[in-house]
């Protein structure tokens, strides 16, 4: 199957740590992406991983990859107010298409 | 900004109208997708077209039907519409070779309200 599995909502305070999962079933996922929708706005591209690597960290944001487990994870260091934001994982299967399958998001509230 | 253009940004139409979705790419981008986002379905992956030719078809209605045009941009038609077809259309681009990833970069999307 392709499903992608996320929590939907999370609740930090500011300059802490967020840390958002999610499970996907296809293990023979390539590279899996973060990405970040604000209110009435696209999808933001934040980072991605390819599927033979662990970790990928990019100024605030870590990326932890767990291929056993098909888990994935976004952590944000001191996280703001403007990180408040619906984020979702998405999953790329090197099949005949390029597309991406998506979580349902995941809705970070960051509380000054 | 990602650099992929959606228009209109809005679009109320009524039942059973036909609408057209435009999107260009980001220069130099030769994949277009097209998604749907609702309340119910969450974000869902409907049609890709590379370089004019349809490369991958996800859950798109028949009712609905895309192309992408020499000059890359792509229209997405929507025909008969229904209420539940109320949602917001993303176009998406990339340049993808075929070989590894490339990142898809999305336009701001069209919300498409029937009434």
């Known amino acids: 199957g392709e499903d992608v599995e996320q929590s939907l909502f999370l609740s930090v305070r500011e300059g802490d740590s967020s840390v958002i999962n999610c499970t996907y079933t296809?293990?023979?996922?390539?590279?899996l992406y973060w990405y970040k929708q604000e209110p009435g706005a696209g999808l933001q591209l934040l980072t991605y991983?390819?599927?033979?690597?662990d970790m990928k960290q990019d100024q605030r944001l870590t990326v932890l990859l767990n291929k056993k487990d098909k888990h994935l994870s976004l952590r944000i260091a001191d996280t703001q107010t403007g990180d408040s934001a619906i984020y979702f994982c998405?999953?790329?299967?090197?099949?005949?298409?390029?597309?991406?399958?998506f979580g349902g998001g995941t809705r970070l509230m960051v509380k000054p | 900004d990602s650099g992929v253009t959606q228009t209109p940004k809005h679009l109320i139409t009524a039942t059973g109208q036909r609408v057209t979705l435009r999107c260009s790419p980001r220069?130099?981008?030769?994949?277009v997708y097209w998604y749907q986002q609702s309340l119910d379905q969450g974000l869902q992956f409907l049609i890709q077209?590379?370089?004019?030719?349809?490369?991958a078809k996800g859950n798109i209605l028949e009712r609905f039907s895309a192309q992408q045009f020499p000059d890359l941009h792509s229209e997405l038609n929507l025909s008969s519409l229904e209420l539940g077809d109320s949602a917001l259309y993303f176009c998406?681009?990339?340049?993808?070779?075929?070989?590894?990833?490339?990142?898809?970069?999305f336009g701001q999307g069209t919300r498409l309200t029937v009434v």
């Open positions: 998406a681009s990339s340049a993808w070779s075929g070989a590894g990833s490339t990142e898809a970069f």
């Open positions: 077209y590379y370089n004019g030719e349809e490369r």
């Open positions: 991983i390819f599927s033979n690597m």
């Open positions: 296809d293990s023979s996922s390539t590279y």
């Open positions: 998405a999953q790329k299967i090197d099949n005949a298409g390029n597309m991406l399958t």
């Open positions: 220069s130099g981008d030769l994949s």
